[in-house]
Structures are given as structure tokens and as C-alpha cells.
């Protein structure tokens, strides 16, 4: 990746940017190449060394295909305790891909449909739990509307698309 002035990245779970400058600064005492990304309320220096590891291009069509098939997974849910559940779903968050970011969200859509058709303890999830769920959301949300050239309420027609289980 080219990091170049203008294009647009993913930064974890900070979302998407654009990178505004490259330059060169004096950090820890010796001039390093930084990278200067613009977020939609915070703006962040990073050592190039550093942005090419943290940041990443947006989804491209096979990413996409790989997000739809990770909302349509119904797997097992994760039945280990909430705060192992959460440090998992934290890790994938700050992972930032949107496979892992999709893996929340499909898993987070599964409690909410068991929550809603009976009130039994496997669907149930931590208010902590359903913070992370609605942050990949909104994360997943948006690299798809950009991805695929639409609005964001589209982008979230597309994902409930995908989430949508046969009655």
C-alpha cells in the first residue's frame, strides 16, 4: 500500500480515513517519515514504519464476498463466559478487518434473534458485548458503503441481506 496523500484507508477500529499528509517530523529524537490521517472527528500521526502495519486499503469485491459469507454464518456461539466472548470480539475490533468486523456482527445478530425468540441465557449477551456488536456494525456499515458506491442506509440493506434468515 502506497499510503499517498488522498487516498483512503481503514485504521482499525477507528474506521475510515483519508490520508491528508506525508512528512517528515522529529519523533523520539530522530526525523522519521509520518503519515498523517484525517478520521472523521480525530486526526493521527503515525510513523510510516507504524502505518503500514496498522492501516489497510478499503474491502475490495473479494472481500466483499468474504463479508457476505461470514454474515450468512450461523455457526456454533461462542458459549465460554461473556468477558472471554468480549476480549475475543475486542480482538477482532482492533483487528479491523472486515471479515472479523462482519464475524461480530453475524455473531452479535444471532444472540439478538435468539434473545428475541426465547429468553434463555445462551442469547443473551453483555451490555459490553452489545457495545461492540453495534461498533463493528457501524464500522462494517461504512466500509461498505464506500466499497460499494452507496449510501450508508443501502450499505445496511445489504448487510441485513445478508443477516436475513429464512422463517
Known amino acids: ?11 482499525g477500529n477507528h474506521g475510515i480515513g483519508r490520508v491528508a499528509a506525508r512528512r517528515k517530523q522529529q519523533m523520539l529524537g530522530e526525523a522519521q517519515e509520518v503519515v498523517v490521517l484525517e478520521l472523521e472527528q480525530l486526526k493521527v500521526t503515525l510513523p510510516l514504519t507504524l502505518a503500514r502495519t496498522q492501516l489497510r ?5 473479494a472481500d466483499l ?11 456454533e456461539l461462542n458459549s465460554r463466559n461473556w468477558l472471554s466472548r468480549r476480549r475475543e470480539a475486542v480482538e477482532k475490533l482492533i483487528g479491523g478487518t472486515p ?3 462482519a464475524q461480530i456482527v453475524s455473531e452479535g445478530a444471532q444472540r439478538e434473534r435468539l434473545r428475541s425468540a426465547s429468553r ?5 449477551f453483555s451490555l459490553s458485548e452489545r457495545q461492540l456488536y453495534i461498533r463493528a456494525r457501524t464500522l ?3 466500509e461498505v458503503a464506500l466499497a460499494l458506491d452507496i ?3 443501502a450499505a445496511e440493506t445489504w448487510i441485513d441481506g445478508h443477516l436475513a434468515r429464512p422463517s
Request: proline share 5%; hydrophobic share 40%; no cysteine.
Open 1 to 11: 500500500m502506497k499510503l499517498a496523500v488522498g487516498d483512503l484507508v481503514v485504521y
Open 57 to 61: 486499503p478499503l474491502a475490495n469485491n
Open 65 to 75: 464476498h468474504r463479508v457476505g459469507d461470514a454474515l450468512r454464518d450461523d455457526g
Open 99 to 101: 471479515v472479523e468486523l
Open 120 to 124: 434463555g441465557s445462551k442469547g443473551q
Open 140 to 142: 462494517l456499515t461504512d
Open 151 to 153: 449510501e450508508p442506509a
